[in-house]
């Protein structure tokens, strides 16, 4: 989408990976007008590892609700259950993000592929991934989009 | 006033096997004929901006096809009472029937995807009958040929299962094999044409493309000294990336291969100014080849 449509909010700049981080893009990403379009059914929970660092996202009709960071593993913590993970380590996301991302690394289905050097790992049910594989994949895609803006900003 | 594109769209019948198909194709232009063959789970349509193109109309008729299934080429009668399956043997009869139905002479074609890959084929089959072959975004064979022998789990089935959104899913993947500098309009066009893909089409042309086309043994009996040969990859196709078309290459005594930077698996469809800088200059080799 083009990159100028989107406003962000002044108070703060946080990091990739943190909660923060993916607090603003869940924001960023219910203002994206083709989300509105193909988001508004996605309700899903997934798993997000950026070089060991874990976030799980929980989307409810199209609008990230929560976000944890590192959650307990374990079956006494089975209420932070996800449906797949997405693994990669933090270089290969700085690839997948960058404005124009070298070639095997500029789309989500193209980082995910097995041919791939260290590229993304989906792991957990796939019938989930692929029953929402446009909406999955478009707000894959918008961690790129937001974090070219994002990044942009002065602190 | 309204502007009319060049393009003229008929139907021919052809028997393959005991069957009548009736098949549309649409051309443009005048003079050596080029086939045009679409990708795995689309149509003709991929090819508007090649048949638009003024360049190539004055010294070739170009023609573009959608294979049964595909389009608006219906499947044979019958056609639900079998599991959808590409075959290689057949993929070749729909081919040379239409080149011997128009009665072409000594035609070129050009296909993308699975229509590359059967361009190795067509070579084999018949050396000679084409002129030249231009084959884009294809390999000698994909991977998948031994991965399915050693029992990997690789299954183009979420394409088609009844919990998941074909058209939604088959779109969203080959969006993928786009580069990020091609065109926002004609990417989304592309999408466009995936997603009206009938339900297992894409499926069943993905065997073809993925486990039967296997030409590591037999590319080298290719003479090019009879039919030139091309193998174009875009940098940005992880399906079929340049590593892929050069092994091709590698095997073709005479083959030449075109890398084409800042496009991926679809330069006709995604970025069609951009595919005609590398797509003209072997059409002129091509032409002058033939006035020699």
Not at chain 1, 90 to 103: C, E, G, N, V
Not at chain 2, 243 to 260: D, W
Request: aromatic fraction near 14%; glycine fraction near 8%.
């Amino acid at each position: 989408m083009p990159l100028e449509r989107v406003k962000l909010k002044e108070r703060y700049k946080p990091s990739f990976p943190s909660a923060e981080w993916f607090q603003a893009y869940g924001d960023e990403l219910s203002r994206d007008p083709e989300w509105k379009v193909i988001g508004k059914f996605f309700t899903c929970t997934y798993l997000i590892d950026v070089s060991g660092n874990r976030f799980i996202l929980t989307f409810v009709d199209g609008k990230l609700v929560n976000v944890k960071s590192n959650p307990l593993i374990g079956p006494l913590y089975s209420k932070d259950a996800w449906e797949f993970a997405v693994r990669a380590p933090l270089d290969t996301w700085k690839k997948f993000m960058q404005r124009i991302p070298p070639a095997k690394y500029h789309h989500f289905f193209a980082v995910t592929d097995a041919k791939t050097p260290q590229g993304m790992i989906v792991e957990g049910n796939m019938k989930t991934v692929w029953q929402n594989i446009r909406a999955l994949t478009h707000a894959m895609e918008f961690l790129r989009t937001f974090h070219n803006i994002h990044e942009r900003r002065p602190s | 006033m309204a502007e009319v594109e060049p393009i003229t769209g008929r139907y021919i019948h052809l028997r393959i096997d005991n069957s009548d198909y009736r098949v549309y194709f649409e051309e443009s232009g005048q003079g050596i004929p080029v086939i045009c063959g679409h990708t795995a789970g689309s149509d003709s349509r991929q090819w508007r901006h090649v048949l638009c193109d003024e360049y190539l109309q004055k010294n070739f008729r170009l023609i573009a096809f959608d294979l049964p299934g595909h389009g608006k080429s219906f499947p044979k009668d019958g056609w639900w009472m079998e599991e959808y399956r590409l075959r290689r043997d057949f993929y070749v009869k729909v081919i040379l029937a239409l080149a011997k139905g128009l009665k072409l002479t000594r035609p070129v074609f050009m296909g993308c995807s699975m229509g590359g890959n059967i361009c190795p084929h067509l070579a084999i089959l018949y050396p000679g009958f084409f002129r030249a072959l231009i084959a884009v975004e294809a390999s000698d064979y994909s991977g998948q040929v031994e991965g399915a022998k050693k029992g990997e789990d690789y299954s183009y089935d979420w394409f088609y299962h009844p919990h998941v959104h074909g058209g939604d899913a088959s779109a969203t993947s080959i969006y993928s094999l786009m580069a990020p500098q091609s065109p926002e309009k004609f990417k989304r066009e592309t999408w466009w044409c995936y997603s009206q893909s009938a339900p297992g089409i894409f499926r069943g042309d993905l065997l073809f493309w993925g486990e039967e086309h296997d030409v590591r043994e037999s590319a080298s009996s290719i003479d090019t000294a009879k039919t030139l040969f091309y193998v174009f990859n875009g940098e940005y196709d992880w399906s079929t990336p340049p590593e892929h078309g050069k092994r091709l290459v590698s095997r073709i005594k005479g083959a030449k291969h075109v890398v084409m930077k800042n496009v991926g698996h679809f330069p006709m469809s995604e970025n069609p100014e951009e595919f005609k800088k590398y797509l003209h200059p072997v059409m002129d080799e091509i032409l002058a080849k033939s006035k020699q």
